[in-house]
């Protein structure tokens, strides 16, 4: 079952798949593959090119985009998952942590690490603030935590416009 199967429903994700798709400006927002997860997809997938990143991990080449979507048609240079194909995500329920926490992400600002929310996820904003702040402490904030003290790469530098959920303490 999805981490956040509570807030939205697998067909509203399935039938969106805006945070599988990235402008030239959001490409630092492109999920982190851990060395475990990179193996099976280049075992399933073994034309998939991977970047190192410093601090662990990897992350995808993105392919530029022949969507023709109009809800995209305001961005230029466009560019999508490798993972995505017609019926969605090829990765099913591997996929990457961080896509199954979007649009939670785990940050850093000035040393400390919160939990923030991505605006652009309209089925999870049609939910309440509370219920969205109260699946962070039922279980959801620990999991974070623990996943991004195995994998630090996956904390992303605080960007305005993320509003703060929870500090870590
Ligand atoms: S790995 Fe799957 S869910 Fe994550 S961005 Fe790529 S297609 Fe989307």
Not at 3 to 11: F, M, N, R
């Amino acid at each position: 079952m999805s981490l956040l199967s509570s807030l939205i429903k697998a067909d509203d994700c399935a039938g969106c798949r805006l945070c599988c798709w990235f402008t030239r400006y959001d490409l630092w927002e492109t999920p982190v593959i851990d060395d475990a997860l990179r193996d099976i997809i280049l075992e399933r997938y073994p034309e998939t090119k991977f970047v190192s990143k410093e601090r662990g991990g990897s992350l995808f080449v993105m392919k530029e985009s022949p969507q023709t979507d109009p809800k995209y048609a305001y961005q230029p240079e466009r560019y999508n998952c490798p993972m995505l194909d017609e019926n969605g995500c090829k990765l099913a329920d591997d996929k990457p942590f961080e896509c199954q926490i979007w649009p939670y992400r785990i940050m850093s600002q000035e040393g400390k690490l919160l939990i923030s929310l991505s605006l652009l996820c309209k089925p999870i904003l049609e939910n309440s603030f509370s219920s969205i702040v109260s699946l962070l402490k039922s279980g959801l904030a620990e999991k974070i935590i623990a996943h991004s003290k195995m994998h630090p790469s996956i904390i992303k530098e605080y960007t305005d416009g993320y509003p703060i959920l929870m500090y870590i303490k």
